[in-house]
Every structure is written in structure tokens, then in C-alpha cells.
């Protein structure tokens, strides 16, 4: 990065990806900044600049590089690798420590406490934020957490029934049923229901879990505050939530048609019903339900589709990454089920397919991080 970009950056003050420090800051507060950085989106961090933006450099004399690379492998847990450069603005040296996305998060100080990026400030994590942490780390599932107040007359024994009797077992006539639901992730020791299993197989998993369902909106213009033309929301099993909304985009979408001879004939969609269906099944599958109070949202436009999940990319994986095929796991009973279901393969080919298909269409696609969410944008 040129001199003159960071003496812009200065300019504009701290933000949620940079951070100012005096040359006197303490070993303790860089170890919580680095942390907050890496248990976020990453960041940088400018030595020898004041809060007031002043430029007031740091001295020659210490080895501000290795002192910093000490405070990464000794104070933080577990030890993080951090990039690290001197420039030269106003005839000052300023030292850069730069911070990517964690890969190993959550991440803590010796002490103990975990700190979070929010906005130009940092702050020790909540239970919930550093539950989501964990989620993205893969050290749990929260689809295998137990519902509060849930129980097995809350599942569907229907779907129960026909699910089983696919692998020999007559879930009606089965005395250990109780059992059977625990050993398959579908209830806990407790007697609760799982959250992956009471959303495969319950009989009204919106009864708990309260924002497990999708909104669809269809907006007569290329923003939102166009004309509300169709909202609704699609609750039920996830399973019925990926068929049903598939229908509603379907049925929204205006079907092109031409004059044959004196009979209108229709076309075909642009994307065939497996480009629609990938996406919301990415959405319901790798979504965040640890996230309370925000749902699955598809945005329909006159010129595109978006698709908005809670829940951000796990620790190790890219944008790039699951354009090339690579999957990963956020709800593993969840994805269990819908494979069993023949929803999913796991083999990761649901995304390379997308990007195809638009290629064939001569449209693109647009995968993107925001916040705590991941956004799907395909062009119609």
C-alpha cells in the first residue's frame, strides 16, 4: 500500500478493520486489539499514531518487530501470525501490524478473555457471540444443542415412520423409541429435541425456535423500497422450507413468451429449478441458528435474486474455497438428514454448478460476507 493511501486511511479515522495506537501502548492492550482483529474480520493496526490522528511515530530504537511477534506467540492463545512493516509518513516512522481473519479462533488473552471487533471499539465477547465463535472454530454443532421445553410429542411420527422403515426399522412397533431418537441425534439424554432434529422432523420447529424459517419479499423495481408485489413467510421442516420457497420464486418470476403463429407459447426460466434450489439449500443448511433474531431472507427484484443467511463462513473456509468445490460443515445433523433425504450430496458441487449455470446464461453470481451474514446475489 502507497504512503499517501495510508495518510488517507489516517484521515478517516478508526474504523472496524483499523486502529490507532500511541508508541507508549502496552503489551496488554496490543494483545486485545490483535485478538479482537482475529476473532473478526481482521484488521491493521497503526503505531505511532494518536487518537486525534496526529502522526507521531515511534522510536528507532526499539525493535518494534520482534517485540510485536513476542506479544503474538506469548500473549495470545492460541499464538497468531500477524504481518508487520514500518513506513514513513511526515518524517515519521509508524510501525503496521496487520491481522488477518483468524483460522484457529476463538482466540484469547493469557488471562483468559476473549475480545471482539465492534465498530472503532473492542470488548470481551458474550456468551452468545463467543458461542458462535466456537461454532465457527468446529469445536461443536449447535444443531446437536438441545431445545428448551421440547419433547418427543413434538416430533412427527409420520415422517418418523417413513424416514426409518427406509433402513429396516418400524419406528411405530419399536419399543425403545426414546432410545432409537437419542442414539441418531434426534433427541438428547435429557428427553429434549436436538435443533437439527426438531428441525427435520417436528411437527411445528416454530413453536421454538422461534426465526427458523425464510422470508420471501418480491419488490417491483431493483430496490427495496419499491413496491411490495408478494411477502410471505415459509415456516415448517427444513426440508418443506426449500421446496416451498423454490415454489414461490418459481411462481414469481415472470415466464418470458413469444407470438408462435396466433398462440402465445412460454418459454423457459432463465435457470433451471436446481440453480434456485442449491441456493436455498446452501442458505437453510449452513446457517447460523445460534444467530437469534434474524431469518433467512430472499430478495426477489427485477433484476435479481438475493439470498440472505445468517451466519458467517467457518474459520478456514473462502469466498474462493467454496467457488472451487470445497465444502464444509457448520450443522452436522442437519446436512446428515438432507443427505439421507437425497437434498445434498456433500460432495461440494452445489456452488461450481451455480457459477456455471449463470456462465451459460451469460449473468453472474455474487457470493459475498456481510457482518454476520453471507449473501447470494444472482443476476436475472
Request: avoid cysteine; charged fraction near 25%; proline fraction near 2%.
Amino acid at each position: 500500500m502507497k504512503n499517501s493511501n495510508f495518510i488517507e486511511i489516517i484521515q478517516q479515522g478508526e474504523n472496524s478493520a483499523i486502529e490507532f495506537k500511541s508508541a507508549d501502548v502496552k503489551t496488554d492492550s496490543l494483545a486485545k486489539e490483535i485478538i479482537a482483529f482475529a476473532n473478526m474480520n481482521g484488521g491493521i493496526i497503526l503505531i505511532g499514531i494518536e487518537d486525534d490522528r496526529t502522526i507521531s511515530g515511534v522510536s528507532k530504537e526499539k525493535n518494534w518487530e520482534e517485540w510485536t511477534m513476542n506479544i503474538a506467540r506469548n500473549n495470545i492463545n492460541p499464538p497468531l501470525n500477524i504481518g508487520f512493516e514500518y513506513i514513513e509518513l511526515k518524517e515519521k516512522i509508524i510501525a503496521i501490524i496487520t491481522v488477518d481473519k483468524g483460522k484457529n479462533k476463538p482466540y484469547q488473552t493469557i488471562d483468559g478473555k476473549y475480545y471482539i471487533r465492534i465498530g472503532s471499539t473492542n470488548r470481551i465477547a458474550s456468551i452468545a457471540e463467543l458461542m458462535r465463535l466456537f461454532q465457527e472454530s468446529g469445536a461443536f454443532n449447535y444443531d446437536l444443542f438441545k431445545v428448551e421445553k421440547s419433547k418427543i410429542s413434538d416430533l412427527n411420527s409420520n415422517k418418523l415412520d417413513t424416514y426409518f422403515s427406509k433402513y429396516g426399522v418400524d419406528f411405530s412397533l419399536d419399543k425403545d423409541k426414546e432410545k432409537l431418537l437419542v442414539n441418531t441425534d434426534i433427541m438428547t439424554e435429557e428427553g429434549n429435541l436436538t435443533v437439527g432434529g426438531l428441525l427435520i422432523f417436528g411437527i411445528n420447529p416454530q413453536r421454538y425456535l422461534y426465526n427458523s424459517y425464510i422470508v420471501f419479499a418480491h419488490f417491483n423495481g431493483n430496490i427495496i423500497s419499491d413496491e411490495l408485489i408478494d411477502k410471505q413467510n415459509i415456516e415448517g421442516t427444513i426440508d418443506m422450507q426449500v421446496d416451498l420457497a423454490v415454489s414461490v420464486i418459481k411462481n414469481n418470476l415472470l415466464t418470458p413468451s413469444k407470438i408462435i403463429g396466433l398462440k402465445r407459447e412460454h418459454s423457459k426460466h432463465l435457470y433451471e429449478d436446481k440453480v434456485f434450489r442449491e441456493i436455498v439449500l446452501n442458505a437453510v443448511v449452513h446457517r447460523n441458528y445460534a444467530i437469534l433474531g434474524s431469518s433467512i431472507r430472499i430478495f426477489l427484484f427485477s433484476d435479481r435474486l438475493e439470498v440472505i443467511s445468517p451466519g458467517k463462513l467457518p474459520n478456514t473456509v473462502t469466498l474462493e474455497k467454496i467457488k472451487a468445490g470445497v465444502s464444509y460443515s457448520r450443522n452436522s445433523v442437519i446436512l446428515k438428514y438432507l443427505e439421507n433425504l437425497r437434498y445434498i450430496d456433500k460432495l461440494g458441487r452445489g456452488i461450481p454448478m451455480i457459477i456455471n449455470e449463470t456462465k451459460k446464461a451469460n449473468k453472474n453470481v455474487i457470493f459475498e460476507e456481510i457482518g454476520e451474514e453471507f449473501k447470494v446475489t444472482l443476476e436475472l
